[in-house]
Every structure is written in structure tokens, then in C-alpha cells.
Nanobody, 124 residues
Framework: QSQLVESGGGLVQPGGSLRLSCAAS????????ISWFRQAPGKEREGVSC???????NYGDSVKGRFTISRDNAKNTVYLQMNSLKPEDTAVYFC??????????????????WGQGTQVTVSS
């Protein structure tokens, strides 16, 4: 059974950093595209970052230069390092897997499994 579990969210001051983790079980995530999405109250789900099985990455315009996605194949985990956080980064962050071998993308409907989400709050 494929499963994704996010962790690492919390409360941080503006300008601070957090690292989110997305641990996979039931499948080796190194073969597939893994993405981070986020959703703030009253807003649509937004693609944040993704990494393909081949290691190609993509970032949403609002996080380029501040967020970095990476993968540890031995731990079967994808990370999202978030630096220079802003209040507008406040949202529930989800990771998701596309098992169809697509290039990095943010089409949420094409993702097969989703984690439960982790809350990130940026506030002073």
C-alpha cells in the first residue's frame, strides 16, 4: 500500500527556515515525480516544488530562490528546505506522487497519492 507522510511543519517567524519531510512507504519514490503543493485558507491549491525520478526539479514562481527540493533515496524521503519564509507562505503543505513517469509538473489531478498535510505558519 502506497503511503506518504509529511512532517516538519510548525510556527516560524518571518525570515526563518523550516525543512519539511515527505516519507514514502510501499514504493521506491526515486522512480517517480514527487511534488509539494500548498493550500492556504480560501485559496486554491498551489504547486510549490517537484522533483522527477531523474532528478529534474521545478519551482513555483513565488518560491524560486528560497525553497529547495531534494531526495534521499536511502531514506525514501523527499525534503523541502524553506528559507526566507514570508507570512504569505502560511499554508498546509502536501506532498504527492505521480507514478506515470511524467516530467516535473503541478497538475494536481495527475497525482496518484497524497499525504495528509503539515501546517506551516509564518508569523511574528
Amino acid at each position: 500500500q502506497s503511503q506518504l507522510v509529511e512532517s516538519g511543519g510548525g510556527l516560524v517567524q518571518p525570515g526563518g527556515s523550516l525543512r519539511l519531510s515527505c516519507a514514502a512507504s510501499g514504493f521506491p519514490l526515486r522512480y517517480y515525480t514527487i511534488s509539494w503543493f500548498r493550500q492556504a485558507p480560501g485559496k486554491e491549491r498551489e504547486g510549490v516544488s517537484c522533483i522527477s525520478g531523474g532528478g529534474r526539479t521545478n519551482y513555483g514562481d513565488s518560491v524560486k530562490g528560497r525553497f529547495t527540493i531534494s531526495r534521499d533515496n536511502a531514506k525514501n524521503t523527499v525534503y523541502l528546505q524553506m528559507n526566507s519564509l514570508k507570512p504569505e507562505d502560511t499554508a498546509v503543505y502536501f506532498c504527492a506522487v505521480d507514478k506515470n513517469g511524467r516530467s516535473p509538473h503541478f497538475v494536481a489531478a495527475d497525482y496518484d497519492y497524497w499525504g495528509q498535510g503539515t501546517q506551516v505558519t509564518v508569523s511574528s
